[in-house]
């Protein structure tokens, strides 16, 4: 079982809808969570960081923990084309104080 | 700011050769990173550095690899004798603080191709 598990997509929507990137860890001790998006052939950027359980939003993105169910997720509202990329949810591991990475999801926002 | 420079850019070798990845951290920024990205195995961490020392390198996949720091604007990760299995994108990053993990900035990246 990978540390931290993401559906590698492609996930497309169209312009305008909300988009749903979900997570999943293995380590019960991890205490932080990340989001990053990295363009095609860029390096990645840090969106969003979520350390208790509930909902944390910033501008169009919600960011969702759920400590019991192991499980982070990405809402983007009004999806753009520009938000096409691959999203990366990062967690830093109980006891460590490493980032371990998932593969990305891939979103494709279609106008 | 420059943020982080990586050089070369992209590296195309051969079975066996040596390769030397080379970052520039942002000055100032105490933490230093190596990162290798494949699309298997995602975005891994290699090994990082708090005031040019090692403090983790337990992502080094082998003796083949290593990495230096030997002043705080200067790192390399070196590759020998590289392997096919070693093309990736290697991302150097750097952070100014300890709570590293929200700060970290990454630099655009070396492409290596092992024939």
């Known amino acids: 079982q990978k540390e931290v598990e993401q559906n590698s997509g492609p996930l497309s929507v169209p312009e305008g809808a909300i988009a749903s990137l979900n997570c999943t860890y293995s380590?019960?001790?991890?205490?932080?969570f990340f989001w990053y998006r990295q363009y095609s052939g860029k390096s990645p950027e840090l969106i969003m960081s979520?350390?208790?359980?509930g909902d944390k939003e910033d501008g169009r993105f919600t960011a969702q923990l759920n400590k019991a169910s192991q499980y982070v997720s990405l809402l983007i509202r009004d999806s753009q084309p520009s938000d096409s990329a691959t999203y990366l949810c990062?967690?830093?591991?109980?006891?460590?104080?490493?980032?371990?990475f998932g593969t990305g999801t891939r979103l494709l926002v279609s106008p | 700011d420059a943020g982080v420079i990586q050089s070369p850019r992209h590296e195309v070798t051969e079975m066996g050769q040596e390769v030397t990845l080379r970052c520039k951290p942002i000055?100032?920024?105490?933490?230093l990173f190596w990162y290798r990205q494949t699309m298997m195995r995602g975005l891994e961490l290699l090994i990082y550095?708090?005031?040019?020392?090692?403090?983790?390198d337990s992502g080094m996949p082998e003796d083949r690899f290593s990495a230096k720091m030997p002043n705080a604007s200067f790192s390399t990760l070196k590759i020998q004798p590289s392997e096919p299995r070693d093309s990736a994108v290697y991302f150097c990053?750097?952070?100014?603080?300890?709570?590293?993990?929200?700060?970290?900035?990454f630099g655009p990246g070396t492409r290596l191709l092992v024939l």
């Open positions: 990053a750097s952070s100014p603080d300890p709570k590293y993990q929200e700060t970290q900035y």
């Open positions: 380590d019960r001790g991890s205490q932080s």
């Open positions: 979520i350390y208790s359980n």
């Open positions: 990062a967690v830093i591991r109980g006891g460590f104080q490493k980032l371990v």
């Open positions: 000055s100032g920024h105490d933490y």
């Open positions: 550095f708090n005031n040019n020392v090692p403090i983790d």
